[in-house]
């Protein structure tokens, strides 16, 4: 089997990688995993050497969409068995396992909105992408339970990258105007570059803003605060994905229609949510 991710570094790929790599072998199956580092010109010579291997199956995690994903439809009319992990590309009749991003941010909002909280930011990925889009609606979803009228200006996109979060931080915070008292971030990755816009504006979480992300980085565990965090089943999306993909090529799903597994996530509520805000709307009762 061959496994293509969009970014090696993003500390969610490796247990999913570690996920799939496990249920392969258990079938009888080895795996041999590509970076694309989330260009597309590099998928496209992934799946040339891949296609030279005849590789008997393919996990993948597209690049973001800049240029399309013809390669992918090209090896699906080839008749090569693919699942798509994380992200669905547009337009695709794929299998594909995911997770529930929508809900997942929702979860996070309500969290906030329970806490007092009426000013709420957010930083997000491309507009493009699928995944960014169904974060965005959770945020947006979040909003409109509580009668929140969303701010434009509170609502930034980014590239799911470091320094994408820390300029986007840096132009949310150091507005003279109000700015908000609590801050969605769509990944783990623009959330270190939150972080360190908040070191460098001598902002403290969560007493000037309360922070909340979608995923977690087990190192940041070694510091405080603790990040309230959206965590999603990276492990168990290339577990899934791996057997979905060895069951299509054994036959054992015969049905062509696309096979579509969310997964659920979980909401952890720790420190850089919780605590005593100075611009807080306080609790009723």
């Known amino acids: 089997l061959g496994m293509v991710i969009s970014d090696i570094t993003n ?40 296609r030279s291997r005849q590789m008997d199956g393919l996990l993948v995690v597209v690049a973001l969409p800049r240029g399309g994903h013809g390669h992918l439809r090209e090896l699906l009319e080839e008749g090569t068995r693919i699942v798509c992990l994380d992200r669905i590309p547009h337009g695709f009749a794929v299998d594909a396992v995911t997770v529930d991003n929508e809900g997942g941010v929702r979860s996070a909002i309500d969290h906030l909105v329970a806490e007092g909280h009426t000013r709420i930011g957010y930083i997000g990925g491309r507009a493009d992408q699928l995944v960014a889009r169904e974060r965005l609606a959770g945020y947006f979803a979040g909003l409109l339970a509580a009668a929140i009228h969303p701010v434009k200006e509170w609502i930034k996109e980014g590239d799911f990258r470091p320094d994408s979060g820390y300029a986007l931080a840096m132009e949310l ?65 290339g577990r899934r994905g791996a057997e979905l993909l060895i069951d299509r090529i054994e036959g054992k799903v015969k049905d062509q229609v696309p096979v579509r597994v969310k997964l659920d996530t979980t909401l952890v509520i720790r420190q850089s949510t919780v605590g005593e805000f100075s611009d807080k709307v306080p609790k009723a009762g």
């Open 11 to 50: 500390p969610f790929f490796p247990e999913m990688v570690r996920g799939a790599e496990e249920a392969a072998l258990a079938r009888g199956y080895v795996l041999t995993i590509f970076n694309t580092d989330d260009r597309i010109e590099r998928e496209h010579q992934v799946f040339d050497i891949l």
């Open 173 to 237: 915070l150091s507005r003279r105007s109000r700015h908000p008292s609590a801050l969605f971030v769509a990944n783990i990755l623009m959330t270190t570059g939150v972080l360190r816009a908040l070191e460098e504006l001598g902002l403290e979480t969560p007493r000037d803003l309360a922070l909340a992300t979608f995923d977690r980085i087990a190192l940041m565990d070694s510091f405080r605060p603790h990040l309230t965090s959206v965590m999603q089943p990276s492990y168990e999306i």
